[in-house]
């Protein structure tokens, strides 16, 4: 592996209309025309790439870019989990779904082979040649076999006597012992053997699967080192015990590899009675899924990797030579390390606003105002404390709220149990489909349920991801609402991560369009008419595409026209389609798109007014933010939906409108930041790949998540916010 792998950034771009030679150079502009969209797939592996380009960025602390290769390592886990596994199973069933931009799921995975396979040994680059070097440098080693001394082999050799020994099934091949049947993602070895064993085989091969309740990464005694933090590898470990497990015979090679299989969920909804018990069942089907790559040690002989995949079914693109872990996401242990704060991002306390602050009574508070949140640099604890109070109060009389992605032990539920115990109508719409958090969802259903809230899970086939609570307070002889609506889960520990907002409300109209959102999501009936709450999957994709229209009529008609939207995802096809017919009204149109984005910017005649930024940075961009200028009476929604087919068609979200100028003016700034960004941000090109903001020499350096917390924590601390 070569040095330069490392200075490599991106690969692969999709072919693209040159931004001078347009569809529209030939005619009338065709909005269906191929070129014009990028693929989903192909879009998802560039959005890896910016991560994983983070952790050569020389301005990030050492640890937080050991964090950004790991979140590489998860983010590629999961595509193959699911993107890749999805494009297999396609061609696998001969049902081959071709979007807008008409690139065949076969072409998608042999693009898809040769970006990850450079990426991948590029990642493997980066660690070993710059990560492992810095981190030894600052005392953080990672011993090798080779490196360890007299006192650490022997202390290794009795942890492995009296920890890893007890727990190992080695498993000879042969024809009693077929090749087992081997769990996602889990640490094996394949070993070569001679010789013949008691019973008189000599199959030469086994499999010794690493047991799955140790840790990968061992913290050797201060004792035994000379200072700083050293680790050993479990595989380490095992590799170099090997011949103990197998008395009397010669080991003559042991290579570790991974399988990846499909760990997508599939509930035909005409058949499911009771959703949590058939999730379940399909939870542990997620372990042993089909194969869809394999990862072996790059010292692994040919033989052994032909064999590896003939077992699993896959070809020599699937295969993916690694030098070093095969499951990198393992060392979060050594980056989460709280010993070297200098090698870490400085804390920060999020801010309370002034409105809110040294207050008791929240709901006095939200009864005269709006409380607008920006989280992580305001604090989330308001929508914990708004729930505790309503739990505790004896006037509250009922709760009701969705969860998505929450935590089984989180406050949120806590106080919702408390306020089920405390004699309160509580009702939680769970979803239990909520990716990878299934185990965790059915858990704090149950927990709920125990303590006599009603628990609903939404409605079969279609995800309830909206963010809504509602809280019904009698107040004298009325009946009042508050409600708080977010961009982001109900999650304290991703509310320190990710950028989201939150609005508490008493707003009489739109608390009473959260109140029938919910009676839609518990009960059965006709759509409702909502007054200012819009939702998927029913107004918010035709209302979204009717602003948009608004927007480009405007500037058919001469007056000034603009849009910013902030959203993680675009890849819905009818929405590139209305915001490429913006732009060639001459709508000026702002995309902040973290991840995935199917829309081809700066092609001539079609998106020329239409410039789409990522930022990559210390928090993950989560909120997502729709912004219309209206012809002077700028119209603005926060919302839980990104532009996706699925979130506009097949799940319950929301947008919510913010209304009042001073709060509109609040959410624009923030939005004018991130336009103004030029050391986080990075600038779609027309081919799908993404450059650096290109800054003057004398511009100033801006990055928003820094001005952000420096301007919202710093200005709340100083009592000036």
Same mark, same amino acid.
């Given at each position: 592996?070569?040095?330069?792998? @490392? =200075?490599?950034?991106?690969?692969?771009?999709?072919?693209?209309? !040159?931004?001078?030679? *347009?569809?529209?150079?030939?005619?009338?502009?065709?909005?269906?025309?191929?070129?014009?969209?990028?693929? =989903?797939?192909?879009?998802?592996?560039?959005?890896?790439?910016?991560?994983?380009?983070?952790?050569?960025?020389? *301005?990030?602390?050492?640890?937080?870019?050991?964090?950004?290769?790991?979140?590489?390592?998860?983010?590629?886990?999961?595509?193959?989990? @699911?993107?890749? /596994?999805?494009?297999?199973?396609?061609?696998?069933?001969?049902?081959?779904?071709?979007?807008?931009?008409?690139?065949?799921?076969?072409?998608? %995975?042999?693009?898809?082979?040769?970006?990850? &396979?450079? #990426? $991948?040994?590029?990642?493997?680059? $980066?660690?070993?040649?710059?990560?492992?070097?810095? %981190?030894?440098?600052?005392?953080?080693?990672?011993?090798?076999? +080779? #490196?360890?001394?007299?006192?650490?082999?022997?202390?290794? &050799?009795?942890?492995?006597?009296?920890?890893?020994?007890?727990?190992?099934?080695?498993?000879?091949?042969?024809?009693?012992?077929?090749?087992?049947?081997?769990?996602?993602?889990? %640490?094996?070895?394949?070993?070569?053997?001679?010789?013949?064993?008691?019973?008189?085989?000599?199959?030469?091969? !086994?499999?010794?699967?690493?047991?799955?309740?140790?840790?990968?990464?061992?913290?050797?005694?201060?004792?035994?080192?000379?200072?700083?933090?050293?680790?050993?590898?479990?595989?380490?470990?095992?590799?170099?015990?090997?011949?103990?497990?197998?008395? *009397?015979?010669?080991?003559?090679?042991?290579?570790?590899?991974?399988?990846?299989?499909?760990?997508?969920?599939?509930?035909?909804?005409?058949?499911?009675?009771?959703?949590?018990?058939?999730?379940?069942?399909?939870?542990?089907? =997620?372990?042993? *899924?089909?194969?869809?790559?394999?990862?072996?040690?790059?010292?692994?002989?040919?033989?052994?990797?032909?064999?590896?995949?003939?077992?699993?079914?896959?070809?020599?693109?699937?295969?993916?030579?690694?030098?070093?872990?095969?499951?990198?996401?393992?060392?979060?242990?050594?980056?989460?390390?709280?010993?070297?704060?200098?090698?870490?991002?400085?804390?920060?306390?999020?801010?309370?606003?002034?409105?809110?602050?040294?207050?008791?009574? %929240?709901?006095?508070?939200?009864?005269? #105002?709006?409380?607008?949140?920006?989280?992580?640099?305001?604090?989330?604890?308001?929508?914990?404390?708004?729930?505790?109070? !309503?739990?505790?109060?004896?006037?509250?009389?009922?709760?009701?709220?969705?969860?998505?992605?929450?935590?089984?032990?989180?406050?949120?539920?806590?106080?919702?149990?408390?306020?089920?115990?405390?004699?309160?109508?509580?009702?939680?719409?769970?979803?239990?489909?909520?990716?990878?958090?299934?185990?965790?969802?059915?858990?704090?259903?149950?927990?709920?349920?125990?303590?006599?809230?009603?628990?609903?899970?939404?409605?079969?086939?279609?995800?309830?991801?909206?963010?809504?609570?509602?809280?019904?307070?009698?107040?004298?002889?009325?009946?009042?609402?508050?409600?708080?609506?977010?961009?982001?889960?109900? &999650?304290?520990?991703?509310?320190?991560?990710?950028?989201?907002?939150?609005?508490?409300?008493?707003?009489?109209?739109?608390?009473?369009?959260? &109140?029938?959102?919910?009676?839609?999501?518990?009960?059965?009936?006709?759509?409702?008419?909502?007054?200012?709450?819009?939702?998927?999957?029913?107004?918010?994709?035709?209302?979204?595409?009717?602003?948009?229209?608004?927007?480009?009529?405007?500037?058919?008609?001469?007056?000034?026209?603009?849009?910013? $939207?902030?959203?993680?995802?675009? /890849?819905?096809?009818?929405?590139?389609?209305?915001?490429?017919?913006?732009?060639?009204?001459?709508?000026?149109?702002?995309?902040?798109?973290?991840?995935?984005?199917?829309?081809?910017?700066?092609?001539?005649?079609?998106?020329?007014? $239409?410039?789409?930024?990522?930022?990559?940075?210390?928090?993950?961009?989560?909120?997502?933010?729709?912004?219309? /200028?209206?012809?002077?009476?700028?119209?603005?929604?926060?919302?839980?939906?990104?532009?996706?087919?699925?979130?506009?068609?097949?799940?319950?979200?929301? /947008?919510?409108?913010?209304?009042?100028?001073?709060?509109?003016?609040?959410?624009?700034?923030?939005?004018?930041?991130?336009?103004?960004?030029?050391?986080?941000?990075?600038?779609?090109?027309?081919?799908?790949?993404?450059?650096?903001?290109?800054?003057?020499?004398?511009?100033?350096?801006?990055?928003? #998540?820094?001005?952000?917390?420096? +301007?919202?924590?710093?200005?709340?601390?100083?009592?000036?916010?």
């Amino acid at each position: 592996m070569n040095s330069h792998i @490392i =200075r490599e950034t991106r690969s692969g771009a999709s072919p693209a209309p !040159a931004a001078n030679d *347009g569809p529209s150079s030939a005619g009338a502009i065709d909005l269906n025309d191929s070129r014009l969209y990028i693929n =989903r797939e192909l879009s998802q592996l560039q959005f890896n790439i910016r991560v994983l380009d983070q952790a050569l960025d020389p *301005g990030t602390p050492l640890l937080e870019r050991l964090k950004f290769l790991l979140i590489f390592s998860r983010n590629m886990d999961e595509f193959f989990e @699911i993107r890749v /596994a999805g494009l297999k199973g396609q061609i696998a069933l001969d049902h081959e779904l071709i979007g807008a931009d008409a690139m065949a799921p076969r072409r998608a %995975l042999a693009e898809i082979s040769k970006i990850a &396979h450079q #990426q $991948i040994e590029r990642q493997y680059a $980066i660690l070993n040649e710059r990560m492992l070097p810095e %981190l030894a440098d600052h005392g953080i080693r990672i011993v090798r076999r +080779t #490196q360890w001394t007299t006192k650490q082999k022997l202390w290794v &050799h009795r942890y492995f006597r009296e920890e890893v020994a007890p727990l190992v099934t080695p498993i000879g091949l042969d024809p009693t012992h077929p090749f087992p049947l081997l769990v996602n993602k889990s %640490l094996n070895f394949i070993v070569r053997l001679e010789g013949v064993d008691a019973f008189g085989r000599d199959s030469g091969l !086994a499999i010794v699967p690493a047991p799955r309740v140790l840790p990968r990464l061992i913290r050797l005694p201060e004792s035994i080192c000379d200072g700083g933090d050293n680790y050993v590898l479990l595989s380490s470990i095992l590799h170099a015990h090997a011949e103990e497990l197998f008395p *009397g015979m010669q080991v003559l090679g042991c290579y570790q590899f991974r399988l990846t299989r499909n760990a997508d969920l599939t509930l035909d909804p005409e058949d499911v009675e009771d959703l949590a018990l058939a999730l379940r069942g399909e939870l542990y089907s =997620r372990r042993f *899924g089909d194969a869809v790559r394999l990862e072996v040690a790059d010292n692994c002989p040919k033989d052994l990797i032909d064999y590896l995949l003939k077992q699993f079914g896959l070809n020599e693109s699937e295969l993916y030579e690694v030098k070093g872990p095969v499951n990198l996401a393992r060392l979060f242990s050594i980056a989460n390390n709280v010993n070297y704060p200098q090698l870490q991002y400085p804390p920060f306390t999020p801010a309370l606003p002034k409105a809110i602050k040294h207050v008791e009574d %929240l709901f006095q508070v939200i009864g005269k #105002q709006d409380v607008l949140l920006l989280h992580p640099y305001e604090s989330f604890s308001p929508v914990v404390d708004l729930l505790r109070q !309503a739990a505790k109060d004896p006037q509250v009389l009922a709760i009701k709220q969705t969860l998505y992605r929450t935590g089984a032990k989180s406050e949120i539920v806590d106080a919702l149990v408390d306020a089920a115990r405390a004699g309160k109508e509580v009702t939680a719409v769970v979803e239990l489909r909520a990716r990878f958090e299934e185990e965790s969802n059915l858990s704090l259903a149950s927990r709920l349920q125990q303590a006599g809230a009603m628990v609903i899970y939404g409605v079969v086939g279609i995800k309830t991801h909206a963010k809504l609570m509602l809280i019904q307070r009698r107040e004298g002889t009325e009946l009042v609402r508050y409600a708080h609506l977010g961009t982001g889960n109900y &999650h304290s520990g991703n509310a320190r991560l990710y950028t989201d907002y939150s609005l508490l409300t008493s707003d009489p109209a739109l608390c009473e369009d959260v &109140h029938k959102l919910f009676s839609q999501l518990t009960g059965m009936g006709k759509v409702m008419r909502m007054k200012k709450l819009l939702h998927a999957p029913f107004t918010l994709k035709k209302s979204l595409l009717e602003m948009i229209a608004r927007e480009t009529a405007h500037a058919e008609a001469g007056r000034p026209a603009q849009i910013i $939207i902030k959203v993680n995802a675009l /890849a819905e096809t009818r929405m590139i389609r209305a915001l490429y017919k913006a732009s060639i009204a001459g709508v000026q149109i702002e995309l902040i798109v973290r991840g995935v984005c199917c829309l081809r910017p700066d092609v001539a005649g079609v998106s020329d007014h $239409i410039r789409v930024r990522s930022i990559i940075g210390r928090f993950l961009e989560h909120s997502r933010i729709y912004w219309f /200028a209206n012809d002077g009476e700028p119209e603005l929604y926060l919302a839980s939906a990104d532009l996706m087919e699925r979130n506009l068609d097949r799940r319950v979200e929301t /947008a919510f409108p913010i209304e009042g100028k001073k709060l509109q003016q609040r959410v624009h700034h923030a939005l004018e930041r991130y336009l103004a960004d030029n050391s986080s941000a990075l600038l779609l090109q027309p081919d799908g790949t993404y450059l650096p903001v290109p800054r003057g020499a004398d511009e100033a350096v801006r990055n928003v #998540q820094s001005e952000l917390l420096e +301007t919202l924590c710093t200005s709340a601390a100083t009592d000036g916010h």
